[in-house]
């Protein structure tokens, strides 16, 4: 092994599959990043000549890596973590991972060449590579799903079919028929056609009959472009010209200056301003800057006459953070206490929990911790359930971190997301601050995969949110137990938080599989909200509801307006109302893709599928037996807010669900409208639910406990406490005591009852009583089974077929097959199969034997078309 300069090796000349490409496609841009002049490697010997094959990971649904041969020139540069183009199959090109090296070929295929090379530093670490074969593994899915969940979207090349006439056709253009001969004279003028262009010049939709047509006949070629879809932002510096650098000669320009160009000054006095040149450190300064403060002409003017130089640079695009001046809150006697438990719990274990009431201080707990592992030189992941959740805490971490931090979600582009992910591997412009790069990373499920080389604790806040779950597609992960055995690969520290912990957390805490600590009582001494339960069936008898609302919730909302508080409503169902019915025949609008009724959305007018999106305006006449008198059913946020505006009208009221969160900036706006007391009363789903701290709501209102309640899952009634207890408590955060009214028509439900006491112990003994009794978790595991299809029939039969193989092997433990609740979603048929099996049992084993039954159903010519959709550990 030797240390080997890669520029002065290898220089700036292109590769030469890009002269290959570029035969065909003039306009094709196969980006190779450059060479930095001390770009130094660790690589094989340079005197070595060996053949080397590169296991790559593709972003398909393959079981297996596919082995690629190794340009031996090539063998001082390769190393695993490189991004590759390769091809698959016929004609395809991919991007995909080298993860190993090694010497040994193919058996079952002859080995083709790596194409190019994408990078000179890896983007993936070894210790990706092994959470993701972990994830993999664990979650029955293909590498090449884990990869194209891992990696940002800007980190993948793009690739785009193109069509050229082939130089060496001989034949007779008589012969063509009149589509494939306007397509051949659209290639004499254009040369080069997408498939988008040849669906628009021949008008039509699908047009591979006529392409494999003419490849037959010799007449085109077709090619795959690719190029790189994350391209690093640059800017355009300044800087004085190196003779102006003394005292005198600025003097001198100065004087000049003042005499004939008035403005050339003021754009060099801005320049003498922005660039600190008497104080600390003199720096370039951005040239547009120094347009807005002087004029556009006078800096240009200046470039030309050579005082100012003009040079190019790459910037970040995620902005800076300053801060880190804050001061440690002192502990009360509960924080210590817990702070002091998980101390000694860390010593022996490596997963602690903590269970805190809300506003109890979880939060000055995490920033103590975090502190300690940035100090010792570690980097920290802090995971919140929703993007909404990282609005409010950014700024508090900023004042005590500063630049150190990095956010990472889905609400960032995909060039934002690389230069996140580039700063937390130490490259990029951001990689080279003071700080250390991403010592401080907060994010939502998706920062789990991120390129952390020395991780040192991981805190999940919330730990109980169903958010942290993956659903489509694969793979399904849950980012808490991810973020533990992410954690085990760095020898980290894992802190799971929340006022409601799930049962499996709070189960493997007692069992002493994880540290426990516990705050029961709010900081500063601050009361639990009063929790008043109202029987809406009793009132609705009597005729006494408004619209959805009890005479006490609209009596004390009126109270708290008056006071100058904020009031917040809580309904789990987005949109106006959930369905329309004829109120003569009982018809109901219904997706043509599912088996839903169509939810109406007053806003925008539309009758709307959340499944599938589908949508239509509302009729007017019922289409089954056209009487008019068509009513909306339910309610949704929608139609709280614009009820609320009849009752409250001098209220300023806001929403905030799916529907109104969808702009990048939008979470944040509504937060900040709210902590600012520009809204008075916030309607919202779950998002209002998650550890939002506004310190001037006195009263929270449930307008539908029943609807959580009688969801049919096994974990109905956990959610339900947690979602009512975690609402409950964004009231009375400050120093006046809360008010909470939930609306029921069951108000003994023990549930309730254990809401309004704030017994969380109490639902977890109830719950844990019956999920032994009837074999759910914590005490066994499940796997559940989705198979699905266009025809009914089809999936009726390979369901109970697969499901009578799994009880060859599991007996009783299977359960089904069943339609769920929704069997048909963008025209597929579901069908659902339930695993359930020991705690004990070898996941391994149990792994193997689901795979072969898998794969042998595929196998079955009838059945070849099914998809099954395994999802371990469903939530």
């Known amino acids: 092994m030797g240390i080997v300069p890669l520029s002065a090796k290898l220089g700036r000349n292109r590769e030469p599959w890009v002269e290959k490409y570029q035969q065909y496609s003039p306009d094709l841009s196969l980006l190779r990043l450059p060479l930095p002049p001390a770009a130094y490697l660790f690589t094989f010997n340079p005197m070595s000549r060996i053949t080397l094959f590169a296991d790559v990971i593709l972003p398909l649904p393959v079981p297996r890596l596919y082995t690629y041969r190794v340009p031996v020139d090539w063998n001082e540069r390769v190393m695993p973590g490189l991004r590759v183009i390769v091809q698959f199959g016929k004609n395809k090109l991919y991007t995909g991972l080298i993860r190993r090296l090694h010497e040994t070929a193919p058996a079952a295929y002859t080995a083709k060449y790596l194409d190019t090379l994408l990078d000179e530093e890896p983007v993936v670490v070894e210790q990706q590579f092994l959470l993701w074969e972990q994830m993999s593994r664990y979650y029955m899915c293909y590498p090449g799903d884990v990869l194209n969940a891992a990696l940002p979207a800007g980190l993948k090349l793009s690739s785009e079919t193109k069509i050229i006439l082939n130089p060496d056709y001989t034949g007779n253009r008589e012969e063509l028929n009149e589509r494939e001969y306007i397509l051949a004279e659209a290639l004499d003028v254009r040369q080069v056609l997408s498939m988008e262009d040849v669906s628009e010049i021949l008008s039509l939709k699908i047009v591979q009959p006529v392409l494999k047509t003419l490849l037959e006949k010799g007449l085109i070629l077709i090619r795959e472009e690719v190029r790189e879809r994350y391209t690093p932002k640059r800017e355009t510096f300044i800087r004085l010209a190196k003779e102006l650098e003394t005292e005198e000669k600025l ?175 130490g490259q990029g412009p951001n990689a080279n601050k003071k700080a250390l790069s991403g010592s401080l990373v907060l994010g939502a499920r998706s920062s789990v995969f991120l390129p952390f080389r020395n991780l040192g604790l991981i805190i999940v806040d919330e730990e109980h949110d169903s958010s942290y779950k993956q659903y489509d597609p694969a793979p399904r992960y849950h980012a808490r137990e991810t973020a533990i055995f992410l954690a085990s690969l760095h020898k980290a520290k894992v802190l799971l938080g929340s006022a409601t912990p799930s049962l499996e957390s709070t189960f493997n805490a007692q069992n002493g599989k994880y540290g426990f600590a516990e705050m029961t009582g709010r900081f500063g001494g601050m009361q639990m909200p009063h929790i008043e339960v109202v029987d809406i069936k009793d009132l609705s008898k009597r005729k006494m509801m408004k619209s959805h609302f009890s005479p006490l919730l609209l009596e004390k909302t009126e109270e708290v307006l008056a006071n100058k508080e904020q009031v917040i409503f809580f309904q789990n169902r987005r949109g106006f109302a959930p369905m329309i019915e004829c109120a003569s025949c009982a018809w109901t609008p219904r997706c043509t893709q599912c088996d839903v009724s169509l939810t109406y959305h007053k806003q925008v007018n539309q009758l709307r599928c959340h499944y599938c999106g589908y949508s239509i305006k509302p009729p007017t006449t019922c289409p089954a037996c056209g009487d008019t008198n068509l009513k909306t059913k339910g309610f949704g946020t929608e139609k709280i807010e614009d009820e609320l505006a009849l009752f409250f009208p001098q209220a300023k009221i806001a929403r905030m669900d799916l529907d109104t969160t969808r702009a990048k900036f939008a979470h944040r706006q509504i937060i900040s409208d709210f902590e600012e007391r520009r809204i008075d009363i916030l309607v919202g789903t779950q998002m209002v639910t998650k550890g939002l701290d506004f310190d001037h709501v006195s009263l929270v209102g449930i307008l539908n406990a029943d609807s959580m309640l009688n969801f049919p899952d096994f974990r109905a009634f956990e959610r339900s406490f947690q979602l009512m207890a975690q609402v409950s408590g964004r009231a009375g955060r400050k120093n006046k005591r809360g008010k909470v009214i939930i609306q029921s028509y069951n108000p003994e439900h023990p549930i309730l009852n254990f809401v309004v006491k704030n017994n969380y112990q109490g639902m977890y003994i109830s719950e844990l009583n019956e999920r032994k009794q009837f074999h759910y978790p914590p005490y066994y595991r499940l796997i559940q089974f989705t198979l699905r299809h266009k025809d009914q029939d089809i999936i009726n039969a390979g369901s109970l077929i697969f499901a009578d193989k799994l009880r060859t092997h599991f007996g009783s433990r299977v359960l089904g097959p069943e339609f769920p609740v929704v069997s048909r979603i963008r025209n597929e048929y579901h069908k659902n199969i339930l695993l359930k099996f020991e705690r004990e049992a070898s996941m391994n084993k149990v792994r193997e034997i689901l795979l072969a039954e898998i794969d042998a159903f595929k196998l079955q010519p009838e059945f070849k078309s099914v998809r099954v959709i395994t999802d371990v550990d469903p939530v």
């Open 251 to 425: 003097k001198e320009l100065f004087e000049k200056l003042e005499k004939k160009a008035q403005k050339q000054l003021q754009a060099l006095i801005a320049f003498i301003k922005y660039s600190d040149r008497y104080g600390k450190e003199q720096h370039p300064v951005k040239k547009q800057d120094l347009v807005k403060e002087s004029d556009a002409g006078a800096v240009n003017a200046l470039i030309k006459k050579g005082f100012f130089i003009a040079f190019e640079e790459e910037v970040g695009r995620i902005r800076h953070m300053e801060g880190g001046t804050a001061t440690e809150k002192e502990f009360n006697e509960e924080q210590a206490t817990a702070y002091t438990q998980l101390k000694k719990d860390f010593e022996t274990k490596d997963i602690a929990l903590l269970h805190g009431v809300t506003s109890s201080g979880k939060t000055e707990l995490y920033l103590k911790l975090m502190k300690e592992a940035i100090l010792e030189g570690r980097q920290v992941l802090y995971l919140l359930p929703e993007i909404a959740l990282t609005t409010q805490i950014i700024t508090r971490l900023q004042n005590y971190f500063g630049e150190s931090i990095s956010v990472y979600h889905s609400r960032f582009n995909e060039q934002e997301r690389v230069e996140v992910w580039k700063t937390i591997l």
